[in-house]
């Protein structure tokens, strides 16, 4: 299988470092806000890759951090009165349970930088001891650049260039105005820890790098995150491992890319941010995931007016086939081997998704010519790509559960219903029985019927 490699803007035969195992880190979200579709994204590429892995073979160890301290987390703990560590806490929460109902699972070791204190500041003291960091008087630690031979191999630049015509900030605690911090002095009222160089907290780059080598030692096989952190944020992390080990930190690095709203990058200050919490309100996990995934993932996507409509009714059209050969047929039992070897070798070329996505339209109009002529194979398509494309995160529900919940033939009912069997499903998740019970009587007494899935629940008009 071939990965694609920014480090060197090529296709690359993927051979981890060690024979059948595979170490994989993709940096998370900063929590200083709600999960956004773009966040979402991420998550979803990095677990997908994972599992195509796994399919294949290889025993994978992937981690992924929460960064729970930075500027921006202390600026929203100023903003709301929570403390910073409360208000990290609180939204990693939130978040979890966003990403659980987009159907995205947990990597196998998750990180957070607060609870790698002692680890960032062991890897900061022995940067300073080889003389690649430097402790200024105000008591932050900067991290030499010119003392990397390799600095900008990621992003295909060298210090001069980053400087050349760039309006640098005056900082006379720099040797160089390119130094970034690893250890910021902490400012009146802020988050902060003990250390050699006084009190303070970590810079954002050197928490991947410690927690990197925390959970997978001196080297990994595969970084990733947003084409966004190239630079300066892998670049620095690069920096910094390899000047600590002398060894080459990642062997692959992958890059997804990023989200625009109608044309326009997504952004608070635009205020086209679109919350993963409320798309999942409206459509379903598999929809958002279809329309996410039918661009390959190094490459921006458009959310334009309508796209998650249009997943939608993909979804619908391949749920009614599905719904219809499970009747006739019944579940399949043998499946069908070359669906699967197709999707294992369209993955197999840089995990491409799209391409898989538009294989199902000729899958699906070959299952229709079947069921109307009577081929029970049928349903041994049907079985496979239900195997198949689970992977993605597709076809995992009951089909017709599927389309009385989201197809276009389900009934839309009144605000009041909707609050009502939301606030009943909420209080069956809570273990409130009795409150759940009132709730779907309530129901009852309206003229509709709650009915539970595994997927959530479905209301209709009796």
């Known amino acids: 299988m071939k990965i694609y490699n920014t480090l060197h803007r090529a296709k690359e035969e993927f051979a981890p470092l060690e024979k059948g195992k595979v170490k994989m880190y993709a940096c998370g979200i900063t929590v200083s806000g709600e999960a956004h579709i773009g966040h979402g994204y991420q998550a979803l590429i990095y677990d997908i890759m994972r599992k195509f892995l796994e399919k294949q073979g290889y025993e994978v160890t992937y981690a992924r951090n929460y960064t729970d301290v930075d500027d921006k987390i202390i600026a929203k703990s100023k903003e709301t009165g929570i403390p910073a560590d409360v208000y990290a806490a609180e939204m990693i929460k939130k978040i979890d349970k966003i990403m659980r109902k987009f159907e995205v699972d947990d990597p196998t070791v998750w990180l957070k930088a607060t609870e790698n204190i002692e680890n960032i500041q062991d890897f900061i003291q022995k940067l300073i001891e080889s003389g690649h960091a430097y402790a200024a008087n105000n008591g932050d630690v900067y991290f030499d650049v010119t003392s990397f031979k390799g600095y900008g191999c990621l992003s295909n630049r060298s210090v001069e260039d980053m400087l050349d015509g760039v309006r640098v900030e005056n900082d006379e605690e720099k040797k160089c105005p390119a130094d970034f911090a690893l250890w910021k002095a902490a400012k009146a009222g802020e988050i902060c820890w003990d250390s050699p160089w006084g009190k303070g907290r970590p810079g954002w780059h050197i928490e991947c790098s410690a927690m990197n080598r925390v959970a997978f030692g001196d080297q990994i096989d595969i970084h990733g995150g947003g084409r ?47 919350l993963l919490e409320d798309l999942l309100e409206k459509y379903s996990a598999e929809a958002i995931k279809f329309a996410l995934l039918g661009t390959n993932y190094r490459n921006d996507i458009n959310i334009t007016d309508g796209i998650f409509d249009e997943a939608e009714k993909h979804l619908e059209g391949f749920y009614n086939v599905i719904a219809k050969t499970e009747k006739a047929f019944g579940k399949g039992k043998d499946g069908n081997k ?22 199902l339209f000729g899958l699906f109009k070959e299952i229709s010519k079947k069921l109307a002529a009577g081929d029970k194979t049928a349903a041994d398509d049907v079985l496979q790509i239900r195997k198949t494309y689970s992977l993605l995160g597709l076809f995992k529900a009951d089909a017709e559960e599927y389309l009385a ?4 033939k389900a009934e839309e009912v009144p605000e009041e219903v909707a609050s009502l069997a939301e606030r009943r499903w909420q209080a069956k998740r809570d273990k409130n029985w ?11 007494a309206l003229g509709y019927e709650v009915k539970d899935t595994k997927d959530g629940y479905t209301v209709n008009k009796k």
């Open 405 to 408: 919940r989201y197809g276009a």
């Open 338 to 359: 070359a669906i699967d070897e197709r999707f294992d070798a369209v993955m197999s070329d840089d995990f491409n998704t799209a391409l898989a996505l538009s294989d």
């Open 228 to 274: 966004d952190l190239i630079f300066p944020h892998h670049e620095n992390e690069i920096a910094q491992s390899e000047s600590l080990t002398g060894k080459q930190f990642a062997k692959y690095w992958t890059h997804n890319g990023l989200i625009k709203v109608n044309g326009q990058k997504m952004s608070k200050s635009l205020g086209n941010s679109l």
């Open 434 to 444: 009795a409150e759940a019970d009132s709730l779907r009587a309530q129901l009852a």
